[in-house]
């Protein structure tokens, strides 16, 4: 993608002085990248490396919260252990099946709304009309928001007594009695997919318009010409133009979905309807003290986010420009 | 005649999506707000009309020390965060965007892992290391941490804008003689600054936003940051939340985020989708 100078240099002008003078040039520029480079390494490092190393490490000792420091290998028994006669260890505990199963379910259904909403929006938001600027912008809120604000703003909404949801629901004859959408068993998970959609679709909607504004108009001009309709033009040629955008998009956003944490404990606490797996691992790790136990989950998630992310790197290793 | 009705018909169609869009994006804050204003007497009657204007909620919540603490601790953190993303970010994308080396594409590939983390799987590790700096309890702690999200985000964008610049503009610098770092500082920092105004609006908003480390890793109200003190905000038991100062708070802390985002939009989508679409 970048030319660098240094490269070039020696094919210009004199022969042996330039070319002395395009190593030296480039050797210093290679020196200043390194050293320009260390303290975002060293950053990274300190804050990303060494604690998901010791993530690793603690996950196989019986570290408590009061003082990490103070840890003894113990194995994989915190993952699996056999012992008197039965399994123990996490993945035995059925409720870390269940905010693995919540992950996903949650993941899944919440990219799949979003993306196609996200779609729509961005179909209306690439039609020329009036006002599409402030409608953009407009769009842009429930984006800007922080999840902590829009978690307790739904919860105000979706109050059992005294929410304008249930309110509304019942004015307009839906339901008898109000709704207990974030205590409900059934309900909640979705009271939180709700949130999480409401918030995301402007990101979402955001890409793909990006990936619309760029998209040739000579086909849709022939297929025009041509009296095809609109919804055939938009499964036949919009579609199948806008899908890599819509896989980054959606890659994102799973990614984003597998770790999700704040909207959940805002909405539900660590109620075990809604419970995922970064909800599991921090509650082993801070409430219960048990660094050992949280690390082997988060060490799992970990695994299961890098595993997704190999794939789609390995997958997408073009479109990310990485080896241009 | 008929193909106009029908014309009219789809257009009028079109712009009540379009109103739907509007609603459904805009009517939960607009619910917050009318519901900030309400004294708590009139709250748990559901009015879609402000109806009446009484600033008892704000003046509680900005009454509170801890809360006011909390807003300065935000705004503290908020931007050193930015302050040494876009600083660390500005030197590490020259390298990347500007210079061939050796093992440029494994260090842009770490950089993306990094920013694929799930912030939990470091909770440990990252409580260790601030608990040994003597940061635990401190917003510093936390300016140290968000850097797990902030810069892998901005040294990515950052990279993809330093690309683009053109090629001579270095060609003559190197010409002139101009070290590397005068490159940066003279040539190339004039030109990055739309870019760095949209990283950074990204990385402040990231950082005033973030719940988890915040949650984690302070204890005492003074040193908490604003998304932890309005989720920790309680009543007398779980069934009798204070809603109208919760909401009082939440517009508080999100009113200046929607200016923000109101005037910079267009900064913020091409940020966005240069993060994104690039990476």
Redesign the interface.
């Known amino acids: 993608?970048?030319?660098?100078?240094?490269?070039r240099?020696p094919h210009r002008g004199g022969a042996a002085k330039s070319g002395y003078r395009g190593t030296k040039?480039r050797r210093?520029?290679?020196r200043?990248?390194?050293l320009?480079?260390a303290?975002?390494?060293v950053?990274?490092a300190?804050?990303?490396g060494?604690?998901?190393?010791?993530?690793f490490y603690?996950s196989f000792t019986d570290?408590s919260?009061a003082d990490?420091?103070r840890a003894t290998l113990i194995g994989f028994e915190n993952y699996l252990v056999y012992d008197d006669g039965a399994w123990y260890g996490l993945l035995t505990d059925p409720v870390w099946w269940t905010s693995v199963w919540n992950t996903v379910f949650f993941s899944v259904t919440s990219v799949s709304l979003e993306v196609v909403f996200g779609v729509i929006?961005a179909l209306?938001l690439n039609?020329e009309?009036r006002g599409r600027?402030l409608?953009?912008?407009?769009?842009?809120?429930?984006?800007?928001?922080?999840?902590?604000?829009?978690a307790?703003?739904?919860a105000?909404?979706l109050?059992d007594?005294?929410g304008?949801i249930n309110?509304l629901l019942m004015m307009l004859g839906i339901i008898d009695a109000p709704l207990a959408w974030t205590a409900d068993a059934d309900l909640s998970m979705w009271a939180v997919i709700m949130v999480d959609v409401?918030k995301t679709i402007?990101?979402v909607a955001?890409?793909v318009?990006?990936?619309l504004q760029m998209l040739p108009s000579d086909c849709y001009e022939a297929a025009e010409v041509d009296g095809i309709h609109p919804v055939k033009v938009f499964f036949r040629v919009t579609l199948p133009l806008i899908t890599p955008?819509l896989m980054?998009?959606v890659i994102?956003r799973l990614?984003d979905a597998?770790?999700v944490?704040?909207v959940i404990?805002?909405l539900t606490s660590n109620s075990t309807n809604t419970m995922t797996?970064?909800i599991y691992?921090?509650q082993q790790?801070?409430e219960f003290q048990d660094?050992g136990y949280?690390?082997a989950a988060?060490?799992m998630?970990?695994l299961i986010?890098?595993l997704i992310?190999v794939l789609y790197?390995y997958l997408g290793r073009r479109q990310?420009?990485?080896?241009q | 005649m008929n193909r106009t009705v029908l014309r009219l018909l789809k257009r009028l169609g079109f712009y009540a999506l379009i109103a739907v869009v509007l609603f459904y994006a805009i009517f939960p804050f607009y619910y917050a707000v009318v519901t900030s204003l309400k004294p708590s007497s009139e709250l748990f009657r559901v009015d879609f009309w402000p109806s009446s204007f009484d600033l008892v909620n704000y003046a509680r919540i900005l009454g509170e020390k801890s809360f006011v603490r909390a807003i300065l601790n935000s705004i503290l953190v908020s931007f050193s965060v930015v302050f040494i993303a876009l600083l660390l970010g500005l030197t590490a994308s020259y390298a990347l965007g500007r210079v061939r080396f050796r093992g440029r594409t494994s260090v842009l590939l770490i950089i993306l892992g990094v920013s694929m983390f799930p912030q939990v799987a470091v909770l440990s590790g990252l409580f260790e290391v601030i608990r040994v700096l003597d940061l635990y309890n401190n917003p510093a702690g936390l300016v140290l941490s968000y850097t797990i999200f902030t810069l892998p985000f901005t040294v990515w964008v950052l990279t993809t804008f330093m690309r683009q610049l053109p090629q001579e503009l270095e060609e003559a610098a190197i010409m002139d003689g101009a070290t590397p770092w005068i490159t940066i500082t003279r040539v190339f920092l004039p030109l990055m600054w739309p870019a760095m105004a949209t990283t950074g609006l990204l990385a402040f908003i990231a950082a005033w936003n973030e719940f988890l480390f915040a949650l984690t890793f302070t204890l005492t109200d003074d040193q908490r940051t604003v998304p932890v003190a309005i989720a920790l905000i309680s009543g007398g038991s779980q069934h009798e939340l204070p809603w109208g100062p919760i909401m009082a708070a939440s517009v508080t802390v999100t009113v200046p985020l929607v200016v923000l985002v109101m005037i910079f939009q267009r900064r913020i989508v091409s940020g966005l989708t240069a993060g994104a679409v690039k990476g």
């Open positions: 993608m970048s030319h660098p100078v240094a490269e240099a040039v210093q520029r290679v200043a990248a390194w320009f480079l303290p975002m390494l950053a990274l300190l804050v990303a060494w604690p998901l190393l010791r993530t603690f570290a919260l990490t420091g929006v209306l039609a009309f600027m409608v953009r912008a407009a769009v842009l809120i429930p984006w800007a928001i922080p999840t902590i604000v829009s307790k703003m739904w105000w909404m109050n007594q005294f304008i309110h409401w402007p990101f955001l890409l318009l990006a990936a955008a980054v998009a994102f990614l597998l770790r944490f704040d404990y805002v797996m970064s691992a921090r790790l801070v660094v949280g690390s988060s060490t998630l970990f986010i890098a992310t790197l990310l420009g990485v080896d």
